[in-house]
């Protein structure tokens, strides 16, 4: 058993199917709400001489992904190709997409306006005029518009600034300073209209330190305070790598998450995968033809209809099906592996279909503080738990990739103390990218009085948490105790596991214990009793029981299993509310066996095979089970002098046979306490007397004198022990060193197994 854990025995979390094919409901398209945060950005696209048609079609093609792909439909894009003005009569600047909003009308008509770009011919000027272009984006960026909506201008070019030939840059032999002073200036211009540039080269011949230079010259500040929502300059060699990559620079300027898919050509089934943590999402599909025809189906396997609607509780919308570009935007979208099916007919299956993913989400947190109610001096261990928003556990790292986490303790008596909260596997933190951010903290001697920890997580493409957790320095060790116990395992809806809670009340007075569960949504998991009466004197263990809601409240989300997450709290309601244990639970929820479960006869002929098999096995995993259980070990802790301070019989260990402790007022009267994911634990070694783990480190300990440091003080040895069973005789599986033989010298796998 495990203090307050449900381990997810399978693996991460699948979800059913929030789309299906039928029943469509008549409310309106996603866009009829816009709630997601709006950006106003133009696009300005490099319409030189220089450019081969592959390049231009490359910058439509780019231009139409964003704009098909932008999550809100508050958004508001503008599209214009420039070159420069070198004869009266010509002109920089050629718009092509008027200001307009992105709801479902306004992407199709970006969709089809983007066509209107072009390369310039040799006697319409054909130069690069950045300045010109720049401050027709600013234009178009602030004219009629709201300044509290981010300002972003996407500047793509295949060259650098030429302005030899164009006249309204004065004299030929003054045009190119002239020109760079009149970018400084434009510059200048963006930065004071807060208009962000994020420059994108392509090609042989670009300026990369002109484009870094337009880059650093604009507003700096970004959509977070991240260094990728910075505004930078960015190079790519090749038409083919434009789209892609002004979707990530778009995705970075936007504070959007993307995940760029495969590229295959038709007839193809290319896959995408969607986060959990997305509240809403464009899959863009940049298909190269027109002709090609694109089928969407969800994780469950249902196909998407091609009209825009409503299924489930989820909202999507269809645009630019007719062009060379589409995009399918999904509020609330299923989770998971979505595939997108690419046919067409003979003569249109030359260009590769390319599929990638847009999306923004929240993401949520339960923080808990261990112990709740510590004292001065203390030092305690603070985990903030990462959430989906419906309260299902995160274990992907790549889902909160770039999170920032930031802490501190606060409290009466004391200054503010930053935490360093971590999910590295290091110290505190058991066990590496499994969504547990974990660090610890020493009260300070001064506090007297309330405490508070919290931790803010930030990440680009993910609305920001904070999350905190009070509580009270207690002023010696507290009168009444409550630890919690929780077995491992999985559960159905409807169902229960069972625990104990080990109470005492060292008091004259009767006590009486509140028992809930937190940081969860839809009561999918509660606590039975809520309240426990102590009388005075009273120590006792009792039984909890955790239960998981009916199926009803998983909605379609249940799928093959979820992993549902809260916080088993339990206060103490005579004094004021005080907190015992606040204790992280994790259960993996899986359907109840539908189909399987009426031909379970089918399957037994097969398992009786297996029996003899599973039998050995069971049989020794348990010999090394017994032969590790540090059940009897004696530890004693023991001073620098050789003292023994004090004995503490370990009891049973772990699943993992370890026996977790701490060592309790090291500096005053120090002792050994039971505590799960203590700093130390102990369990017996094959060779005999135990192996210690301190932090990530493991120390031999043997029972003839040998000791293991646990402070600076104070050492960890083993006094008289009883063993946990009869050792193997020192017979056939015991005694023989030669190759094959499976004795304690030797190389045979029984040996290896315990």
Same mark, same amino acid.
């Given at each position: ?46 319409? @030189? ?80 005029? /950045? ?15 709201? @300044? ?6 996407? /500047? ?18 003054? !045009?190119?300073?002239?020109?760079? &002073? ?58 083919? %790598? ?21 590229? #295959? ?94 999306? &923004? ?24 738990? /990462? ?43 058991? %066990? ?32 920001? %948490?904070? !999350?905190?957790?009070?509580? #009270? ?47 969860? &949504? ?69 359907? #109840? ?32 089970? $017994? !032969? ?7 530890? &004693? ?31 005053? @009267?120090?002792?050994?306490? #039971? ?22 480190? $493991? ?56």
């Amino acid at each position: 058993m495990r203090r307050a854990g449900f381990s997810a025995l399978g693996g991460t979390a699948v979800f059913a199917s929030l789309l299906a094919p039928a029943g469509q409901d008549p409310v309106p398209a996603a866009d009829s709400e816009p709630v997601f945060p709006a950006v106003n950005y133009a696009v300005a696209v490099d319409e @030189s001489a220089s450019l081969a048609p592959e390049d231009m079609q490359a910058e439509k093609a780019a231009a139409k992904r964003i704009a098909l792909g932008d999550v809100s439909s508050s958004s508001r894009v503008t599209v214009f190709g420039f070159a420069a003005a070198e004869k009266r009569g010509q002109r920089v600047v050629d718009p092509v997409c008027r200001p307009t909003t992105l709801n479902a009308a306004g992407r199709e008509e970006v969709g089809k306006c983007v066509d209107g770009l072009r390369s310039r011919k040799k006697d319409e000027g054909t130069g690069t005029d /950045l300045p010109t272009a720049i401050r027709q984006g600013v234009n178009d960026l602030t004219d009629g518009t709201d @300044s509290s909506v981010p300002r972003v201008l996407f /500047l793509l070019t295949d060259g650098k600034m030429d302005v030899e030939d164009s006249f309204k840059y004065g004299e030929k032999s003054h !045009r190119v300073a002239e020109g760079e &002073q009149q970018l400084k200036e434009a510059l200048k211009e963006a930065a004071a209209q807060n208009v962000q540039i994020w420059p994108l080269g392509f090609g042989s011949d670009p300026d990369k330190k002109q484009l870094d230079q337009i880059a650093a010259g604009g507003y700096r500040k970004g959509c977070v305070e991240l260094p990728s929502a910075t505004p930078r300059a960015h190079k790519v060699d090749g038409a083919n %790598d434009v789209g892609s990559t002004l979707e990530k620079i778009f995705a970075a300027a936007h504070c959007l998450r993307h995940e760029e898919g495969p590229s #295959k050509r038709p007839p193809a089934t290319l896959e995408i995968g969607i986060s959990p943590l997305a509240t809403v999402g464009s899959i863009v599909v940049d298909k190269g033809d027109p002709k090609v025809k694109i089928t969407y189906l969800d994780p469950k396997g249902d196909e998407i209809p091609t009209t825009s609607g409503s299924f489930k509780g989820s909202r999507f919308e269809l645009a630019g099906g007719s062009g060379t570009v589409e995009a399918l935007k999904i509020v609330d979208p299923l989770p998971g592996v979505w595939k997108v099916k690419a046919e067409a007919p003979e003569g249109h299956r030359s260009l590769p279909v390319a599929v990638s993913v847009l999306w &923004q989400g929240e993401l949520n947190g339960a923080i808990t503080m261990d112990p709740p109610s510590p004292q001065a001096g203390e030092k305690v261990t603070v985990t903030m738990r /990462l959430q989906t928003r419906e309260g299902y556990e995160i274990k992907d790292p790549r889902d909160y990739e770039g999170l920032r986490v930031r802490s501190e303790l606060t409290g009466d008596g004391f200054s503010p103390q930053a935490l360093d909260l971590a999910d590295d596997g290091k110290g505190a933190d058991s %066990d590496a990218s499994d969504g547990d951010f974990t660090g610890t903290v020493t009260i300070p001697q001064d506090a007297d009085g309330a405490l508070t920890v919290s931790a803010t997580l930030t990440a680009s493409g993910l609305s920001a %948490d904070t !999350r905190s957790e009070t509580g #009270k320095v207690a002023l010696g060790e507290l009168p009444v105790k409550a630890v919690l116990e929780l077995p491992e395992g999985d559960v159905h809806p409807g169902g229960s596991v069972t625990g104990t809670l080990d109470v005492s009340n060292t008091t004259d007075t009767a006590h009486t214990l509140r028992l809930s569960v937190a940081d969860v &949504q839809d009561r999918r998991l509660s606590v039975e009793p809520t309240e426990i009466t102590l009388k005075p004197g009273a120590e006792d263990t009792r039984k909890v029981t955790v239960r998981v809601a009916p199926a009803s409240a998983f909605g379609d989300r249940l799928g093959n299993g979820v992993d549902v997450s809260g916080t088993l709290t339990v206060v103490d309601t005579t004094d004021g509310d005080r907190a015992l244990e606040r204790a992280p639970v994790s259960v993996h929820v899986t359907p #109840k066996p539908g189909i399987l479960k009426q031909y379970w006869w089918a399957f037994v002929a097969g398992a009786v095979v297996l029996v003899l098999a599973v039998a050995a096995v069971v049989a020794l995993l348990g010999l090394r089970r $017994r !032969r590790r259980d540090p059940f009897g070990l004696v530890l &004693q802790l023991v001073d620098e002098d050789g003292t023994i301070l004090n004995e503490h019989k370990a009891g049973h260990g772990n699943n993992k046979q370890w026996y977790e402790f701490a060592v309790a007022e090291a500096h005053r @009267s120090p002792r050994i306490d #039971k505590r799960a994911h203590g700093p130390y634990a102990v369990r017996r070694s094959r060779e005999g007397g135990a192996v210690v783990r301190k932090g990530g480190s $493991r120390f031999p300990l043997t029972a003839r004198g040998g000791r293991v440091q646990l402070t600076d003080a104070l050492s960890l040895s083993l006094g008289g022990t009883q063993p946990p069973g009869p050792r193997p005789s020192e017979g056939a599986y015991a005694g023989g060193t030669g190759p094959g033989t499976p004795g304690r010298g030797g190389t045979g796998t029984y040996d290896d197994l315990l």
